[in-house]
């Protein structure tokens, strides 16, 4: 099968074409015909930073990519649930033991796949996984329920866009923040109050949104030095969740609020093999959402091959993307 692997890693560390050996379906596992996976900005980690500075990055050569939609072409042992000519979607490698997406054909656990949404094409499936489960356990960490006013700091990112969209559903009164015209259109083409961080601080739009009490649920998907702002925006005894929180920070606001903060890592039960089947779980229920209306995938705009996947992590990294780069397979 045709593949696109990384000799070594480094910011410029280019993809090279190889002829690998086609996988062999194992217990519990399924072969999937790739048709497109999505760049994620833990992909572009992996690449840049290599194993000296992220442990979980592959052994070289590695075959990276972890989200993926396409047909089952082949069944382990012992698989219940699918079968040969099912599409499906999910999250299932590209990082420590666990070849990934950006081949032809992808062996796959299926704990962490599900049946792909019906009426999603490939591209738009292969967009979700990853931001999708982040989203969802994000939210239901935080304890998000109706009449509750939730903030999502940057609401047209990957996981941003899905976290807006489901906790409309979920009954909350959603706010998010982003900057520029269209990203702010964005937001408040999913119903929710688009909020331009570049002209808005934290104390004015907390006052013109809640009356100043704060929001019950914040789920920050900037991180970083932004983890304070969240933090301010919070009500007392609210929720922060954070996907990116990989910083030394004062944790005093939080004390003095009654803060509870959540620290989402979806990569957890891949990397460690434990509560796999919680993936398989929500990619099922995300699913539902899509095929109900309730939920639908934001793409960047551009298309890409897989001879051109340094192109499309270049554009991720740009900054310039909105929503998911997908690279097309099949």
Request: charge should be negative; glycine fraction near 12%.
């Amino acid at each position: 099968m045709k593949a696109m692997i990384l000799n070594s890693y480094g910011n410029d560390a280019p993809f090279l074409a190889a002829d690998l050996p086609r996988p062999e379906p194992k217990p519990g596992y399924v072969l999937v015909r790739l048709a497109a996976t999505s760049v994620n900005t833990v992909d572009t980690m992996i690449r840049q930073l290599g194993q000296e500075n992220l442990p979980l990055a592959p052994d070289l050569p590695a075959l990276l990519g972890m989200d993926f939609a396409g047909t089952i072409d082949a069944v382990g042992d012992g698989v219940d649930g699918f079968a040969i000519g099912d599409e499906v979607y999910g999250c299932a490698g590209g990082l420590a033991d666990l070849p990934g997406a950006l081949a032809e054909y992808m062996l796959a656990d299926t704990r962490l796949i599900a049946h792909k949404p019906k009426r999603l094409s490939m591209r738009e499936a292969a967009a979700l996984p990853l931001v999708g489960i982040t989203a969802m356990e994000g939210l239901q960490r935080a304890g998000t329920r109706a009449g509750q006013s939730v903030l999502v700091h940057g609401g047209t990112g990957g996981v941003g866009h899905l976290a807006v969209q489901i906790a409309r559903h979920l009954g909350a009164t959603v706010s998010a923040t982003g900057g520029g015209d269209a990203q702010l259109d964005i937001i408040r083409s999913y119903g929710a109050t688009a909020i331009n961080y570049r002209t808005e601080s934290v104390a004015d739009y907390v006052a013109t949104q809640t009356g100043g009490a704060g929001f019950d649920v914040v789920f920050d998907t900037v991180g970083g030095a932004n983890m304070t702002n969240s933090f301010e925006a919070a009500a007392l005894n609210g929720q922060v969740a954070s996907t990116v929180s990989l910083l030394e920070l004062d944790l005093t606001p939080v004390h003095f609020k009654g803060l509870s903060l959540h620290v989402v890592f979806m990569l957890i039960p891949m990397l460690h093999d434990v509560g796999r089947e919680t993936h398989g779980a929500i990619l099922t229920e995300l699913a539902r959402l899509v095929d109900a209306g309730a939920v639908t995938p934001l793409l960047d705009n551009t298309s890409f091959t897989l001879d051109q996947v340094g192109d499309a992590h270049a554009r991720l990294t740009s900054g310039q993307a909105i929503g998911k780069v997908v690279i097309d397979i099949a």
